[in-house]
């Protein structure tokens, strides 16, 4: 039995003895993964300045494709615009059928007319305000649509033409006070977008005998994209 054990002891000894250097060799076969170096930090660098000016939003409009677009919400207001016409003739021929009214006229009468007036009248200011915010929320929705395609093709000209800075001028608070014309790229990217739009110049349209009194478009604002070229 004695003989038994000693076996039995020797064999634990010796399977110690090789399991102690497998261990320690596959934990030397796999080394801590080496840290990456950090990235090196961006140094400003000064460049030359070569600055553009443009009016964004007076070019979006200006394109052969947003002229287009200023027709079509025209076209589309134009019934509503000659409603609103014809009221406003209505209401101006009571004014001046009052006006000259001859003194005999009795007080009922009179009275029976201005209500009239002011019934027409308020008639004509609620048809007016309805239809220039449509005729306006129609015509800010085309400048939202064409000024993203527009903004596209300025961004691509500034940067071919190795442009390093591009101000917007449109509003009437820009902070630029003078500049050479040669600066100024409105009418160069209008062009450009024309060439890549392939929409040709809408024929020029007949001048109106009159304006219409109530739907003149609104300057389209919140929605221009920011002008600022990418680096």
Same mark, same amino acid.
């Given at each position: 039995m004695n003989r038994t054990l000693a076996l039995v002891s020797a064999l634990g000894a010796g399977l110690m003895t090789v #399991?102690?250097?497998?261990?320690?060799?596959?934990?030397?076969?796999?080394?801590?993964?080496?840290? *990456?170096? #950090?990235?090196?930090? +961006?140094?400003?660098?000064?460049?030359?300045?070569?600055?553009?000016?443009? *009016?964004? &939003?007076?070019?979006?409009?200006?394109?052969?494709?947003?002229?287009?677009?200023?027709?079509?919400?025209?076209?589309?207001?134009?019934?509503?615009?000659?409603?609103?016409?014809?009221?406003?003739? &209505? +209401?101006?021929?009571?004014?001046?059928?009052?006006?000259? *009214?001859?003194? @005999?006229?009795?007080? &009922? &009468?009179?009275? $029976?007319?201005?209500?009239n007036i002011d019934v027409k009248e308020k008639q004509l200011n609620r048809d007016a305000e309805d239809a220039t915010a449509a005729y306006n929320a129609d015509l800010q929705e085309a400048y939202g649509k064409l000024a993203q395609k527009v903004n596209q093709t300025m961004r691509k000209y500034v940067q071919d033409n190795g442009f390093t800075l591009l101000l917007d001028v449109s509003g009437q608070q820009s902070p630029v006070l003078w500049a050479l014309p040669q600066t100024d790229v409105t009418e160069a990217v209008i062009t450009a977008y024309?060439?890549?739009?392939? +929409?040709?110049?809408?024929?020029? $349209?007949?001048?109106?005998?009159?304006?219409?009194?109530?739907?003149?478009?609104?300057?389209? *604002?919140? @929605?221009?994209? $920011?002008?600022?070229?990418?680096q």
């Open positions: #399991a102690v250097p497998f261990q320690m060799s596959a934990q030397t076969a796999a080394p801590a993964p080496t840290p *990456a170096p #950090a990235a090196a930090p +961006v140094v400003p660098q000064a460049i030359p300045a070569k600055i553009a000016l443009i *009016a964004f &939003e007076q070019s979006v409009f200006a394109t052969n494709e947003g002229q287009r677009a200023v027709e079509e919400v025209k076209k589309k207001y134009e019934p509503k615009k000659n409603q609103i016409d014809a009221l406003a003739a &209505e +209401v101006d021929s009571l004014k001046k059928q009052l006006q000259s *009214a001859p003194a @005999t006229l009795t007080d &009922e &009468e009179r009275a $029976s007319r201005l209500k024309n060439t890549a739009s392939g +929409v040709s110049a809408p024929p020029p $349209s007949a001048p109106s005998a009159s304006r219409p009194r109530s739907t003149t478009p609104a300057k389209p *604002a919140g @929605t221009k994209p $920011s002008t600022a070229p990418n």
